[in-house]
Every structure is written in C-alpha cells, then in structure tokens.
C-alpha cells in the first residue's frame, strides 16, 4: 500500500477518478491565470507586449474558447478510461503501489508521451494538409502565452494531447490517483513553455531543457521546422536531428531574445 493512499488531501470528499479528471482543467486556469495576471515584467519578456499585438492572428476570447473545447473532450475521455481501467482490491478499495513504483510510472508516462507528441508533432509540419488545416490553428499564436498553451483544433488536441495522455496513462499502468499529480505537472509545464516570459528562479528552466525559450524558437518562422519535443524533454530532437540551440541575448528595447544558433 502506498503512503499517497492516505495522504491525498481530497481523501473522503471526491474520488481520485473526480480529480484525475477535473484537476488539471482547475490546474490549467490557475496556473495560466496567475501568467496572465501578472505585471508586463518587460525585461523578462522574450517578446514584447507591442510584438504579442500585432503578429497574433487570433484573438485571446477565441483561444479561451478554444481550450475550452479541447478540455471538454479531455474530460470525456477521462472519464471513460477510469471507467474501463478501474481496478479495485478485495476490499473494494483500489490499490495503491508504492512511492518509488509510482515516481517510476511517472517517468515513464513522461517518456511515453513525449515520444508520442514528438512524431504527432512532426508529422502535422510534414504534412501540408495537417499543417494548413489542422496545426496551424496552434501557430496563429506567433507569440505564445500562457492562456494559448492548449489552443489547438479540436482534432490535433484529441490526437496529441487527449489521446497521448491516455496512452501514456496505459502503458505506464498508474492509477488514476497517481494520474492526477502526473497530468496536473503535465500542465504546468505546457503551460510554461508557453508563458513568454523568462523568470529568474523558474524551477522548469532549472531542470528542463525543453523550456519557454527552446519552444519558443520552434513558434518563429527560422524555427518552425525544429524543436519538435515536447512537453518534457529534448530528447528525440536531438537523437533526430530537429534540435535548434539558442542564446538567449538582452534586447536593445528591454527584455530578452531567443535566437537560433542555426542559419
């Protein structure tokens, strides 16, 4: 029995399965709100609010409404998959593996889907018919911020976000307990690699490669075709030959750059 089986603090009011699925939207518009409602923060910007304005080709109540879209159907689905997976000892309560079993299904899950967004990903730029009519939607966010994480159509959102979660969700053979701490982390970091600004103390640049600067390239025009991987780990960009360095190189104006190293 592990140690998280007791100490989740919604043990006795909502089932993991509740929280699995309603967590990381509660997650999403929290962490995105707290990026949104703070300062301009001009000299940690990689872009500026003037840039933000004028290259973004949608507005921010339709990115709303778009990511809105996209965690209905995640949370659809979720319930779906707790209801098909559900698991449960003798005494009818659903066993929980130990600490270091779940860090590893987390590694896991990770890996699992970074490998999927990562081929996803890539084939929707290859294509020109995914890419003009599907992907693109994503890219109308020249400037990407923290809100538009999950701005997707809704087809490339079911593919890459909802249905790579499951699958990692599967191999990984986590519970749903497990999955909220996954997925919830799982946001986070998405939504950080879209938030634009480049915080001193950030624990995701400190620990992660794959960060705001590195996915940020990937949504300039030199850049398009690199960097790829996401949302963990830089991995298959670089096994394959998409992995874009950068500097990060103080602006004139104020605040920060990040440039290509390739031409």
């Not at 939504?191 to 960060?211: A, E, M, S, T, Y």
């Amino acid at each position: 029995m592990g140690i998280l089986e007791t100490m989740v603090f919604w043990e006795g009011y909502v089932s993991d399965e509740v929280m699995g699925t309603f967590a990381p939207i509660v997650v999403y518009w929290l962490y995105a709100g707290f990026y949104q409602l703070l300062p301009r923060l001009d000299r940690y910007r990689l872009h500026t609010k003037k840039e933000e304005e004028q290259k973004n080709l949608v507005t921010l109540p339709t990115v709303v409404k778009g990511v809105l879209l996209q965690q209905v159907v995640q949370a659809t689905i979720a319930q779906v998959l707790f209801v098909v997976t559900a698991k449960a000892s003798l005494s009818g309560v659903p066993v929980q593996p130990s600490i270091p079993v779940q860090i590893l299904q987390i590694f896991v899950a990770m890996l699992v889907l970074d490998t999927w967004q990562y081929f996803m990903h890539r084939y929707m730029h290859q294509n020109k018919f995914l890419y003009r009519h599907i992907h693109s939607q994503h890219h109308r966010l020249v400037v990407p911020y923290a809100v538009g994480a999950l701005y997707n159509h809704p087809l490339e959102g079911f593919l890459l976000d909802t249905l790579g979660g499951a699958i990692s969700f599967l191999i990984s053979g986590m519970t749903p307990r497990t999955s909220v701490f996954f997925f919830c982390f799982a946001v986070m970091k998405t939504i950080d690699d879209h938030c634009g600004l480049w915080l001193p103390g950030n624990i995701f640049h400190i620990f992660f490669q794959n960060n705001t600067a590195y996915h940020d390239i990937h949504h300039q025009l030199q850049g398009s075709k690199y960097n790829y991987s996401q949302p963990f780990f830089s991995i298959w960009d670089r096994v394959l030959g998409t992995h874009m360095p950068y500097s990060l190189v103080a602006r004139r104006e104020g605040g920060l750059e990040a440039r290509p190293l390739k031409d």
